[in-house]
């Protein structure tokens, strides 16, 4: 297995001798290191260029990792095109990968090149972050979100008309669920007997609280089983959140930016309601900015929406990639 890998690596490297103009590879290979290099955001380099990770994508792992394969197509060919080896060339910040994860200090030390050598090959698979608010746009096992899965996501069955047709895509009308009680813990209120309906998951939003809770079936056979309770914003005075029960009825594509109603922009959103309402990050000012609104982050937990549920970008990244379209959501409070 191991010579036969050796043979693989040996012959793509040769098919792209032939493909590379000689004194082009030359030039590149003359200016650029041999190995991955601190600015090169492999993530980002297979996320805008999918032409390039679709090519490499069968022989990734007998060519090292993604980051040997984006690297060695950037160094002999990228670069020559034009194309942008990072979205930020400050986009590994290591004074904050340290800061962050005291335990990869604790084995790598707080050398800059060798926390970045966690980060590619140990970091970016636990969707750790290089920065405060990178957004990751892999999943867990390398794959560009809005390319082929990794693992097929979980589904519900597509409604069909009565001819038999799969309807186009709007939103469903809402749901009545009844029941219900406060946790008597911090007075959230959790939706109990509600009977499962063919999704692992049921999203409940907390107006009051600005608490987003997302549930999966108990050994009752009801959503009932918390896994995960995030601060949310809900719509501000005038712009409030619909109450009711709805389904997600649409990932935007790829979870890439979305342009809100203010002029900002957003990721990871999934929307709910027709009207424009969403689940999606705290908002950037503009697309492609690294941070988010300072205003924003800090306003989670409380009504700061235009009526949408806004989450941090990691919390939306996770509800994006884990919840399915036509999981239950209930707004209440």
């Not at 309601?273 to 988010?292: E, N």
């Not at 009504?303 to 919390?315: N, P």
């Amino acid at each position: 297995m191991r010579n036969f890998k050796k043979v693989l690596v040996t012959l793509v490297i040769a098919v792209f001798a032939v493909m590379i103009p000689k004194t082009q590879a030359k030039a590149a290979n003359a200016a650029l290191p041999a190995s991955t290099p601190v600015w090169f955001d492999a993530e980002y380099y297979a996320t805008v260029y999918p032409d390039v990770y679709n090519a490499f994508a069968p022989n990734i792992q007998a060519m090292g990792g993604l980051d040997n394969a984006m690297w060695f197509h950037y160094k002999n060919l990228g670069v020559n095109e034009g194309r942008k080896p990072a979205a930020d060339p400050n986009w590994f910040d290591a004074a904050y990968y340290a800061a962050t994860y005291p335990d990869v200090v604790a084995v790598y030390g707080n050398d800059a090149d060798k926390l970045f050598a966690h980060y590619i090959t140990l970091g970016r698979s636990e969707l750790r972050r290089p920065n405060a608010s990178y957004v990751h746009t892999m999943d867990r096992n390398g794959v560009p979100n809005g390319l082929a899965p990794s693992a097929p996501a979980p589904s519900v069955p597509a409604p069909t008309t009565a001819s038999g047709n799969t309807p186009s895509a709007q939103a469903p009308a809402p749901v009545q669920v009844s029941g219900g009680i406060p946790a008597i813990e911090c007075n959230i209120y959790v939706p109990t007997g509600v009977a499962f309906n063919g999704s692992p998951y049921y999203i409940m939003v907390d107006r009051t609280y600005n608490v987003c809770n997302v549930l999966t079936v108990g050994t009752d056979g009801t959503y009932s089983q918390l896994i995960r309770s995030m601060a949310c914003s809900t719509g501000r005075a005038g712009h409030g959140t619909p109450a009711g029960t709805f389904r997600i009825y649409e990932h935007t594509a790829g979870g890439g930016w979305v342009y809100m109603a203010d002029g900002t922009w957003a990721v990871w959103g999934m929307r709910f309601r027709t009207g424009g309402y969403m689940f999606h990050s705290v908002c950037f000012a503009k697309k492609g900015d690294l941070l988010p609104i300072p205003e924003e982050v800090a306003a989670l937990g409380s009504k700061a929406s235009l009526g949408c549920v806004r989450l941090s970008v990691e919390d939306a990244m996770w509800l994006y990639n884990t919840v399915p379209d036509g999981t239950l959501v209930t707004i209440a409070g």
